[in-house]
């Protein structure tokens, strides 16, 4: 019967079954995990301008403000992966489309309520809630999309899915060049970065659509009936033990752990600290100039990684989704080092962040495309999100590892010592070059039961 299903999907029209529907649910996951891209955007682009602001008289924790913004993104990361573990155990138990509703309801609320912070340290838990939504989002968009879709149709949605979360940081970044982060007083006396925080409340009324036309996926609603009918011995839904009892999804989730680690320490502990380049290469500039500057050029890094995304689409569909996730891993490595070693003008940061940003967000089409086909439906919003979000307790500290090693290395007297730090953070790149190598392949295979 396996065998019988593989040919069918290799047979089969990459559009043969796709319905209006498919393409609604497609689009409309899409826009939970554009709009929660948006949100990290916004924080990338406001993290520096709200701290120093915030750290207003504290001049040791102004001295130490990249330590203070690994410690923010820290914050949302750790967020992220308690949101991952939750929300992923949620969609399995009680629905994608409910959990949806949930994780777009708190990211967007607490992304606004960032924009009220009176201290760092309100800011810090404010972050820390945004991650709990953004962490759940991922799982639950991806496993529906996966299990809604034609088999033939499913790795072009979920590469579509991911790449289209570039819109949103897209969007992040334009939106900053209109409402500019370091201004000091932007709107009715307030700053910058407190009107930025305020216009991420907006996503909340994509709940609008996702209540009226999204319907939950038929395989689940078949694994919860078994569920309820015993049919399921000893194995539960949304069980997160149950990904450790079976050798089977044990090795896939330790596989899955350590491609989730590359992925997300390089993006979170060296990639989103672009702005902080651009300002280290524009130092003396003024403040307008550097906020334009950074809006427009992390805009393009965000293109880079738009079509980098569809790039890794187009060959884990062609050539299977090992080889692609090798040589984006290896391209990541080399184009990061390059960039935090080179970019010194605006001119520079034009065209090098968009190449960084190909690199570095390819892999994150592959999470989209290859973490569901690891898992059975009972297991697989759980799976996903131990894969993708539970990795963040371990990527978390990399942000403030990088931020500490930086000024490790200026009171060491190294020259350059941000775009030293970042050079040495970027070799966590090995760990997801490593763990491909010993990675099952699931190209042509139909979507896993147990």
Not at 41 to 48: D, G, K, S
Not at 67 to 76: C, E, I, R, V, Y
Not at 150 to 179: C, D, E, V, Y
Request: net charge positive.
């Amino acid at each position: 019967m396996g065998g019988i299903a593989v040919e069918q999907i290799k047979k089969s029209s990459v559009f043969e079954g796709v319905t209006p529907y498919h393409w609604m649910v497609v689009l409309i996951a899409s826009g939970g995990w554009l709009f929660d891209c948006m949100d990290q955007r916004i924080f990338a682009l406001a993290r520096e301008p709200a701290l120093t602001e915030l750290l207003h008289g504290n001049d040791e924790g102004l001295a130490k403000l990249k330590s203070f913004g690994g410690m923010a993104t820290g914050a949302m990361i750790l967020g992220w992966a308690t949101g991952g573990i939750i929300f992923g155990v949620m969609s399995d138990k009680f629905g994608r489309v409910k959990t949806m509703i949930a994780t777009l309801l708190v990211y967007s609320g607490f992304t606004g309520l960032s924009g009220y912070s009176h201290s760092w340290q309100e800011f810090m838990i404010y972050r820390f809630l945004v991650g709990l939504g953004v962490g759940g989002m991922f799982g639950a968009a991806t496993t529906l999309v996966a299990e809604s879709v034609p088999p033939g149709f499913r790795t072009l949605a979920l590469g579509s899915l991911q790449a289209l979360s570039a819109t949103g940081n897209i969007m992040g970044s334009l939106i900053s060049t209109k409402i500019q982060p370091g201004a000091p007083e932007f709107l009715f006396g307030l700053s910058g970065w407190r009107i930025l925080f305020f216009v991420g409340i907006l996503p909340a009324l994509l709940v609008i659509p996702i209540v009226f036309v999204l319907r939950e996926p038929e395989p689940w609603i078949k694994a919860k009936e078994a569920s309820r009918r015993g049919g399921i011995t000893q194995k539960q839904v949304g069980s997160l033990p149950d990904l450790f009892r079976h050798p089977r999804w044990r090795y896939h989730s330790i596989i899955g752990m350590f491609l989730g680690l590359a992925g997300m320490a390089g993006l979170w502990g060296v990639g989103f600290f672009s702005p902080e380049l651009i300002s280290t290469a524009l130092k003396g500039e003024p403040q307008q100039v550097v906020d334009w500057v950074r809006g427009n050029a992390t805009a393009l890094q965000d293109c880079g990684s738009f079509f980098g995304m569809f790039t890794f689409t187009f060959f884990a569909a062609r050539w299977g989704r090992k080889p692609t996730f090798l040589v984006s891993f290896i391209l990541s490595l080399g184009v990061t080092i390059y960039v935090f070693n080179n970019l010194n003008s605006a001119q520079d940061a034009y065209w090098m962040l968009p190449l960084m940003g190909f690199a570095q967000l390819s892999v994150f089409a592959g999470y989209s495309i290859y973490f569901p086909e690891l898992y059975p439906t009972r297991l697989r919003g759980t799976g996903v999100g131990f894969c993708y979000n539970t990795v963040r307790y371990l990527s978390a500290p990399f942000p403030w590892l990088m931020g500490a090693l930086a000024d490790w290395l200026l009171l060491a007297g190294y020259d350059n010592p941000f775009r030293l730090a970042c050079s040495i953070v970027a070799f966590i790149y090995v760990a997801g070059i490593i763990a491909i190598l010993f990675a099952p392949e699931t190209k042509g295979q139909p979507l896993p039961e147990d």
